[in-house]
T-cell receptor, first 118, second 110 residues
């Protein structure tokens, strides 16, 4: 079946602009995660959704970052007033409901969106 | 913030040799996972080892876990040029979060 998809694959924007990054998880996966990966680093957790609600947004760096998942499937990460320091690859992952099966600890990642703020 | 550290940061070997990467983490875990990443994009899950396990195999991969030392190792046997990638360990607690290390860049020369 289809994996996690993310659009766009690349986004170049000017400092101060607003951007939206989209994630389509694997069908049936109730858990969805956003990570940010800077050059030469491992992914860093941003936010986790279980269904429609953000169960944990403690990784969001500041209030310019916001994410939604209104129908419990597709999620959008929104960044306001972008700064050059926001440049990174934004990764989305999904997994099964961890309450149902122990294998749900495994997360399936999308190809990422490379965001460049000029 | 990142919790784990991989060692070495970079590793270059010849095809057919074995590659060993190590990972350390800081807090108690429920499981530890290894992921592979090509060209800085999507990560691919390789193997998961639970905190009550000491060793696990999957094909050419062997993972060990020492919870007393808070460390894990990934061994890739009989490496191939196609194994060239970055490898990350990720520690999972009783919650859902994964905390990644900085990764090891493996280069397998043909």
């Amino acid at each position: 079946g289809a994996g996690v998809s993310q659009t766009p694959s690349n986004k170049v924007t000017e400092k101060g602009k607003y951007v939206e990054l989209r994630c389509d998880p694997i069908s049936g996966h109730t858990a969805l995660y956003w990570y940010r990966q800077s050059l030469g680093q491992g992914p860093e957790f941003l936010i986790y959704f279980q269904g429609t609600g953000a169960a944990d947004d403690s990784g969001l760096p500041n209030d310019r970052f916001f994410a939604v998942r209104p129908e419990g499937s597709v999620s959008t990460l929104k960044i306001q007033r972008t700064e050059r320091g926001d440049s990174a690859v934004y990764l989305c992952a999904s997994s099964q409901d961890r309450r149902l099966t122990s294998s749900s600890y495994e997360q399936y990642f999308g190809p990422g969106t490379r965001l460049t703020v000029t | 913030s990142q919790q784990g550290e991989e060692d070495p940061q970079a590793l270059s070997i010849q095809e057919g040799e074995n590659a060993t990467m190590n990972c350390s983490y800081k807090t108690s875990i429920n499981n530890l996972q290894w992921y592979r990443q090509n060209s800085g994009r999507g990560l691919v899950h390789l193997i998961l080892i639970r905190s009550n396990e000491r060793e696990k195999h999957s094909g050419r991969l062997r993972v060990t876990l020492d919870t007393s030392k808070k460390s894990s190792s990934l061994l890739i046997t009989a490496s191939r040029a196609a194994d060239t990638a970055s490898y990350f360990c990720a520690s999972g607690g009783s919650n859902y979060k994964l905390t990644f290390g900085k990764g090891t860049l493996l280069t397998v020369n043909p």
